[in-house]
């Protein structure tokens, strides 16, 4: 659940990220774009992102990343 704003942030592996509920600005490498529930958003490893909720309601994502372990 994101009620501000995340700090601007990288990791190591990619992720996708999906809007459930809520409005967000999304922030990657040099592009922001709003984001609303059914977006999807995919962040490259290494890339410097940042979330920021832009509305008055709680804005809710869910995160898939690459395992951490594999088989």
Do not use: D, Y
Request: net charge positive; aromatic share 8%.
């Amino acid at each position: 659940m994101l009620m501000a704003t995340r700090p601007l942030e990288r990791h190591a592996h990619e992720h996708e990220v999906f809007i459930l509920r809520g409005k967000a600005l999304i922030r990657g490498g040099e592009r922001e774009a709003i984001a609303t529930q059914g977006s999807v958003i995919f962040i490259s490893s290494n890339e410097k992102h940042q979330f920021k909720n832009i509305s008055k309601e709680s804005a809710e994502f869910l995160c898939i990343k690459e395992p951490l372990f594999t088989t």
